[in-house]
């Protein structure tokens, strides 16, 4: 490869060397707190999206949930990797409900319901591997909500 064209490829590149800056933050790799509204299906959730390479069919995000904090219910085709980073909580993952700690993995195949949230009095932060191509998340209509809470630690983990 001749120079040239290393240095056009380069220019995809955000970040080469992403720094840390202590406390799950990284120069370079842009904060995104979600916006929520009244209606939104989730809470005091931000997302940096960590590796986002070209020549890569994945990309790799960190995800964070302030204490009390939760991620959307719901499910799709592609699949997630999860890997557990700080603080406590629990995942919603079909019809079970586990708790997580850091480095703790989370497999969600296609097609399962998932939510995250974080303990009360912790944060929760993970970083989750994904298909940079994907179908987008669905959440459930009222049936499958109703078939989720027959499951008794699902109506627990919902209730919260
Ligand atoms: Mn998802």
């Excluded at 370079?28 to 916006?35: E, I, T």
């Amino acid at each position: 490869m001749d120079s040239e064209q290393t240095a056009s490829k380069r220019d995809f590149h955000d970040v080469s060397h992403g720094v840390s800056r202590g406390d799950f933050r990284w120069d370079g790799v842009a904060h995104m707190p979600y916006k929520q509204d009244g209606s939104a299906p989730f809470k005091d959730i931000s997302r940096q999206v960590l590796f986002k390479e070209p020549d890569m069919g994945c990309e790799l995000r960190y995800f964070e949930m302030d204490a009390g904090g939760y991620s959307t219910l719901e499910q799709h085709q592609h699949a997630h990797a999860v890997m557990i980073l700080r603080g406590r909580g629990e995942c919603l993952l079909g019809n079970e409900v586990v708790t997580v700690k850091p480095f703790d993995l989370v497999t969600i195949p296609a097609w399962t319901w998932h939510q995250f949230r974080a303990a009360q009095h912790e944060p929760l932060g993970f970083l989750c591997m994904v298909n940079q191509e994907r179908d987008r998340p669905r959440l459930p209509n009222e049936q499958e909500l109703a078939a989720l809470k027959s499951v008794p630690a699902v109506a627990r983990f919902l209730a919260e």
